[in-house]
């Protein structure tokens, strides 16, 4: 009897991977694509797992021919942490910012990279004119100074029409430490920036009270995702004319709701993250495949994305 050769596939390193959207998408993506595997392999791990499991998850991923890379979600600082010795490379934006979000291959080498600057940018021009900032004096502030929230920083300062003030917020002062340090190294205008610790959500209540007209008020804490709640309060009162960006498009969502509930008054324009997800995980696929997509392929795999949203 001849034996069936292994299948390639493609990872996905979550906490909740099998209730992800993109189980559904990525063959539809697969096909589009023309990608050799249409299977996604998730590897879920808990909220803050031993750093034991990250290395034995990197290490099968590295040892097993068959395994193109992985797309990395909410694991990915503590990934960097416990494993980055384990890569032959990783990009300066992986380094400064110490998180993976893309394994990839080339040959017999492991490549880290941190995808979320291009990402968040391209999910950000999907929705905000080009020339908000310069137009309205708006700010923006960020909930969150994980991951996302710092790609998001890194993004909204390198832009030609940057905003008048970032604030960014965080429950601990040891992440915003961090990402201070992560903006001197980088060369970010120190003024630009604010690093707020908001113990409460209370007190990020009142910075987004404060912030101008039109400003962005973006979750990137994970809140309404990975654990169920929100950054602020149901008592929040948004700016008028604010973009209230969530960055989950599944889970409880209390952030994306809170929103909504403001909607008409205060003539909100609130954005879920379905097109963050979208360019996160094209940007992924075309790097563990290495592939180049135009806007009009990225297109295509939203319409397929969204016909089983």
Known sequence: ???????????????????????????LWADILGLPT????????????????????????????HHRGALVTTHKMNLYAAASDLFDELDPFAVSCSEISSISKRGDRLIG?????????????????????????????????????????????????????????????????HLREVHRQHGTDEGLIRYVLTETAEQADALVAAAPAGSVIANATGLGKDRPGSPLTDAVVYPEGAWAWEFNYRGSLEFLHQARAQQDSRGLHVVDGWRYFIHGWSQVVADVFELTLTPDVVEQLAQAAESVR
């Open 1 to 27: 009897m001849t034996e069936t050769a292994p299948a390639d596939c493609m990872g996905f390193v979550g906490v909740t991977t099998g209730s992800s959207s993109i189980m559904k998408v990525f063959p």
């Open 38 to 65: 249409r299977t996604l392999v998730g590897h879920d791990l808990p909220m803050d797992a031993e750093p034991a499991a990250y290395r034995a998850m990197v290490e099968q991923i590295r040892d097993d021919p």
């Open 113 to 177: 990279r941190a995808k979320d600057p291009v990402t968040v940018d391209l999910a950000l021009n999907d929705f905000l004119p080009a020339d908000h900032f310069a137009r309205t004096g708006a700010e923006v502030i960020i909930l969150g100074a994980g991951g996302s929230g710092t790609a998001l920083s890194w993004a909204l300062a390198e832009r030609a029409d940057a905003p008048a003030r970032i604030t960014v917020t965080a429950r601990s002062q040891d992440k915003l430490d």
